[in-house]
């Protein structure tokens, strides 16, 4: 059975750096896609980033451009976002999950066709 596996969340200062980590087990053929989403109390989920798995295209939202960076380890069948710089307002549950048709585009992921459990990030003095 096909499923999205994340960690890596936790409490982390303002100024400060995590990695999240994605592992995706059980997919009988390679996915097209894969990226980030997150949630924040009281707010929609909105993406955050994404990676195609051919060619290596990536997408960010405009507010963690520059700070996160997206990279895919094919071998070990896992994608992690780098988080530079965080600030409060990246506080949010985040997600990963998997296009299984289309390319990452300009505009993220245009379906999702599974997804994790979420790991909590906290940003905070």
């Known amino acids: 059975q096909a499923q999205l596996l994340e960690s890596g969340g936790g409490l982390v200062q303002p100024g400060g750096s995590l990695r999240l980590s994605c592992v995706a087990s059980g997919f009988t053929s390679d996915y097209s896609a894969i990226g980030w989403f997150r949630q924040a109390p009281g707010k929609e989920r909105e993406g955050v980033s994404c990676i195609s798995s051919r060619g290596g295209t990536t997408w960010y939202t405009n507010s963690v451009k520059d700070r996160f960076a997206i990279s895919r380890d094919a071998d070990v069948n896992t994608m992690y976002l780098q988080m530079n710089d965080l600030k409060p307002e990246d506080t949010a549950v985040y997600y990963c999950?998997?296009?299984?048709?289309?390319?990452?585009?300009?505009?993220?992921?245009?379906?999702?066709?599974?997804w994790g459990q979420g790991t909590q990030v906290t940003v905070s003095s």
């Open positions: 999950a998997v296009d299984l048709k289309f390319p990452c585009t300009l505009g993220g992921l245009i379906t999702t066709d599974y």
